[in-house]
Structure formats: C-alpha cells, structure tokens
C-alpha cells in the first residue's frame, strides 16, 4: 500500500498506481476483481511477484526519503553561499524529470514508513550482499540532521543554551495526526535539554503521545503560552495555525524576540517588522 498517514481513505480511492504481489493466478485474479472500480477510473494496476513488490514499496519510499534529505543538504550549502533553499527547490522543481514534491527543507524526516522503510531497504542489501550505499548515507544524514537542528538554535542565542528557555511549536512528524514516531522533535528537543535549556512545548494534537517520549518538558495549552518568557520560539512542525501567529503579541510575552523557523512559513523581512530575528532553514 501507499497511502499517506491522514490521507489514507482518499489515497485508497484515488491512488497513482495500484501494484499487487502475487505469484498465484487465483489471488491474482482476486485482486484485480477488488481493485476493478480503482483502475477502470484510470488508476494503473501492476501485478507482479511478491519480491518485486515489495522492492517496488521500499524504493518508492527511500527515493522519496532521499529527495527530501538532497534538498535538506542543499539548504545546508544554501546558507553558506548565500542562496535561498526555496528558489532552488522552485528552480528544480520546474523540471518535469524532477517535479516539485518533497522538496521542501526542513528538520528532517520522520514518521512510521520512511525511516522503516529505508533501513528495511538498507538491511535486505546487506543480507543478500548488495548494499544499497546512497540509502545508508542518507539515514545517517537524516539521523544527523535532527539533532544538527539544535545547534542552529543554539547559534541563534548566540552560542550558548544554557539557562535559556526554548519555546517548542509542533511536535508530531508532520501536522494533522498524533503520531510521534520517529519525530524530528525529539532528537531536537533532547538535544535542547541537552545544551542546557528548558523547554516548554505546544502541539494541537501530540501533546500525549509526546509525554512518553519528552520527559522534563513544560507542555502548553496554546502557541502564545508556550512562548511567555522564551528566549526563542522554535516552530518545528508546519501546523496550519502557526502560518497566522500573532507576532505582536508574542512581542509582548518573550524575553527575547528569536524565531527559528524550521519549515520556512515565515520570513525575516515579516518578522523584523515586529523586532523579531529570524532564522530559516537555507536562507541564506
């Protein structure tokens, strides 16, 4: 299967492709008879063996997996050279071969299927002596990347966290669902503690999920609690109701006027309106 978390039910009635492993002619002949209303609406159907299918979903995911962490990389370079990470993204996006999904920079992945996935991936090359080199490095970068985070808030603060308090915003992997697996908060906020800071955190949805994996967290009922008397406010998780803040008002409530923006919603040039430094991630 290829439906996404949070869009399953519309994935399953509209998917890009169907692909079915089998190597009995009866479960074949099944198969397609369920899936018949899918493909006669222009939905590919491939059968193939079950080896094949199976390689078929891990590929699909760890291509995916590495588009995101390539733009994640170039966002690094981005900001040494004084590039901006999301014309690039823009600029290769517009390129047919290439297409404009997952090309958004950010924390890292997370989730339930692309980390599963690619050392899914990754294992099956070594047992069979085969090693899938470009997939391995990318679950190291991708690793690397989410406590990598931290230090660019450290940086922010000017080099030094401890005392400080850190305002979290987004906790699950991606927005519209609970599900804290493998989120790149969690590195990011482990790592916080780490460096010596407090941190006080608010997701819509995640808060209890994330109790049982962020111990010594402050947790809050809103973005705008959450930030009172942070030294930064960190949005880690492109919620829809972080892209409408009240920078005013949050102006007003944190002791230090610090946003580190790790999906890029916002911009320095919005923010420095209302006093705040910015940080973005390959904005450079």
């Known amino acids: 299967e290829f439906l996404r978390e949070g869009a399953a039910i519309r994935d399953f009635k509209h998917p890009d492709r169907i692909v079915v492993g089998t190597d009995d002619a009866r479960a074949r002949e099944v198969m397609e008879e369920i899936y018949r209303p899918l493909y006669i609406n222009a939905s590919p159907i491939m059968v193939t063996g079950r080896r094949t299918a199976e390689l078929i979903k891990y590929a699909a995911n760890a291509f995916l997996a590495t588009k995101i962490t390539f733009i994640n990389e170039m966002a690094d370079l981005a ?5 901006d990470v999301q014309e690039i993204a823009r600029g290769i996006g517009l390129d047919n071969r290439i297409g404009s999904k997952f090309l958004h920079a950010g924390p890292g992945y997370g989730g339930s299927c692309f980390p599963k996935d690619t050392l899914a991936l990754i294992k099956t090359g070594q047992d069979h002596e085969a090693p899938i080199r470009i997939i391995e490095t990318v679950a190291a970068v991708n690793d690397a990347r989410k406590r990598a985070m931290a230090r660019k808030v450290s940086a ?7 005392g400080k308090t850190i305002a979290v915003l987004g906790l699950t ?15 990011l906020i482990t790592a916080l503690q780490d460096m010596g800071a407090k941190v006080r955190a608010y997701d819509p949805v995640g808060m ?3 109790k049982s994996e962020l111990k010594n967290v402050t947790y809050c009922a809103d973005p705008y609690s959450c930030a009172e008397r942070a030294d930064a406010l960190v949005i880690v998780t492109e919620w829809e109701q972080f892209r409408a803040l009240d920078f ?6 944190m002791a230090q006027k610090v946003v580190v923006d790790l999906r890029n919603i916002y911009g320095a040039d919005e923010l420095a309106r209302y006093g705040f430094s910015y940080t973005g991630v390959g904005r450079g």
């Open 156 to 162: 922010a603060l000017g080099g030094n966290l401890r």
């Open 248 to 253: 005013r008002k949050l102006a007003e409530t």
């Open 79 to 83: 900001e040494k050279v004084g590039a």
């Open 173 to 187: 992997f991606k927005p519209n669902t609970d599900d804290m697996r493998e989120a790149p908060s969690i590195p």
């Open 208 to 210: 209890e999920q994330a």
